[in-house]
């Protein structure tokens, strides 16, 4: 049995996968980069 993976998945407010990861440090350089008004973390 193979350990299991956790990723990172951010989605637009349609549903929308806008990114991938495997990582919160890439979710929060990603996030770095956008001019966002609001950010929901689940």
């Known amino acids: 049995m193979t350990p299991t993976s956790l990723y990172q998945l951010v989605m637009s407010a349609d549903g929308t996968p806008l ?11 990603w996030l ?8 929901l973390v689940h």
């Open 32 to 39: 770095d980069d956008k001019n966002l008004g609001l950010v």
């Open 19 to 29: 990114l991938v990861t495997d990582t919160e440090d890439a979710v929060a350089e």
